[in-house]
């Protein structure tokens, strides 16, 4: 069984990425420089952003993965 993100950290201050989640995601990556998995939260339903993507396997499946920025 695949494991949920806390509910006790809630969704509050966590951006929603709405409809266009992928778009979303790939200019906050190029922003920030850092590479980003989208999941769709099973508390809200909304579709929120981790990092943690060296153990996504652990949980649900990612709707999305950005390219990686280019380091400079």
């Known amino acids: 069984m695949p ?3 806390s509910q006790e950290r809630g ?3 966590k951006a929603n990425l709405g409809r266009r989640y992928q778009a ?3 200019r906050l990556a ?3 420089g850092k590479c980003y998995g989208v999941y769709r939260c099973p508390h809200c339903g909304g579709t929120h952003l981790t990092t943690k993507l060296d ?3 652990q949980y649900q499946p ?3 993965v950005t390219p990686c920025p ?3």
């Open 3 to 5: 494991r949920q993100p």
């Open 11 to 13: 969704c509050d201050g």
């Open 24 to 26: 979303n995601a790939n």
């Open 30 to 32: 190029l922003r920030h």
């Open 55 to 57: 153990n996504a396997e």
């Open 62 to 64: 990612l709707l999305y």
């Open 70 to 72: 280019a380091s400079t």
